[in-house]
């Protein structure tokens, strides 16, 4: 009886002292394998690795000369946004489907216009469905043809008084069922006046305004 309660009195130490010997080593060994999958990635040798949280976008910064000074609170990512959030520069390139517009064959190629009573050219039923953004117009049904893309940044001139004049590139993009108005896509130049100072940058005016040759 004796020698049953000393096994039992030995069984848990030994136990606990197995569990040490065979698991804990296991745990530590993939505990460093964890922590060196987690350490960041640095590019430069020397370089500490960023912290805190870092988010990763597919849409690519606009491109820039290396040259360019920004002013305090403003970088290219902000200057994108200001311009293509602006109503001049988001406005589409409309035009009217009349006789002899170059929209109008491509329109009647798909049924999305027909002639009224009246002489002038209006949407079917598809066009009003597959024609997003189209309006009806005195001259006829006007449609949007290109919409303006944002390329990159030319160039940004102190314009004083905490203001600057910024230069960026852009082309029409056009919608698909018109690509055949603009075969070859060519950059046009817009000068915007940016003021409001860090964390509170707008575009002010437009000092040479968005290429309107479309509209």
């Not at 001259?139 to 203001?163: L, N, Q, Y």
């Amino acid at each position: 009886m004796s020698e049953l309660r000393l096994f039992r009195t030995l069984a848990i130490p030994l136990g606990i002292a197995l569990v040490f010997l065979i698991f804990t080593p296991k745990l530590c060994q993939r505990a460093l394998v964890t922590a060196k999958v987690k350490q960041p990635v640095r590019t430069t040798p020397g370089e500490p690795a960023p912290s805190g949280l870092i988010i990763s976008s597919s849409t690519p910064s606009p491109a820039t000369p290396a040259n360019l000074r920004y002013p305090p609170g403003l970088d290219a990512a902000r200057i994108q946004y200001l311009v293509e959030i602006d109503q001049t520069f988001a406005a589409s390139a409309a035009m009217p489907a009349t006789e002899n517009a170059p929209v109008t064959k491509a329109l009647l190629d798909h049924q999305y216009i027909e002639k009224r009573p009246d002489g002038t050219l209006g949407p079917t039923r598809e066009g009003l469905i597959n024609v997003n953004g189209a309006v009806d117009s005195p001259a006829g049904w006007t449609v949007p043809v290109a919409h303006r893309k944002f390329v990159s940044i030319a160039s940004i001139d102190d314009a004083g008084d905490g203001a600057y004049n910024i230069s960026v590139h852009w082309r029409w993009e056009p919608v698909p069922l018109f690509g055949s108005l603009l075969p070859k896509a060519e950059d046009h130049l817009l000068t915007a006046e940016f003021a409001g100072g860090e964390g509170h940058w707008t575009l002010r005016r437009y000092v040479k305004e968005p290429d309107r040759a479309l509209e």
